[in-house]
């Protein structure tokens, strides 16, 4: 079906409580709402769930795990507010579905990180098979990239994410995290990796691995073009 707008959701101009994606009669903008452009994804999304029961056991799990986050605000009982740092979020998640050996694609400049969240791991029971970005020392020439192109002049590994991939899906983990990755190393890695993936952290050499302080500081508003 041709569509005459694309789905916008990240500019939809009302109030959350108001829109229809959140309300029985909520409102919708005239152009891109996916809940209006896309009624039959939706339907065979929901399919997808209830025809397999793994699959929808994993999304409540997910959304239970979700839910578990938050508790009663001391402060106004109506209220709830966030309990738990990803990392334990992460190992809930985890053991609600009967997880136990966690893979583990990190970047070599995350080592310490890696070091320490597996240890974090370990210590809930968990078996962590970890394989870091420069696995099997491959040097960036062999991509055709000069000594001019390299960080470094000389032997330079690439960033591998596909042999970390495939590695841990030799190594049957029944969850992989991912730390650190660079963008397209992160896509390639998930390109390739079967079973569930999710995100530790990502790469931001420049904020601490937290990409979103750029949305959030004057100092960054050459971003925009
Ligand atoms: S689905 Fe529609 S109403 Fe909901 S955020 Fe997107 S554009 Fe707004």
Known sequence: MKRSSHASCASCPFREPERICRAENGKAPKEGCSTVLYPELNAKACAEMENDAELMRFAKEASLQEAACYGVSPYDPSKRQPLKPRIMETIEFAQRMGYHRLGLAFCLALWSEAKALAEI????????????????????SFMGLTDEEKIFPGMEPMCNPITQALILNEEKCDLN??????????????????????????KDRLLGHAPLNALYSFYYKFLKK
């Open 121 to 140: 791991l370990e210590s809930h029971g968990f078996e962590v098979v970890s394989v870091c970005c420069k696995v099997g020392r491959v040097d960036k």
């Open 177 to 202: 995290l991912m730390l650190g990755l660079c963008v397209g190393h992160d896509s390639l890695f998930l390109k390739y990796i079967e079973g569930p993936v999710t995100v530790v952290a990502v």
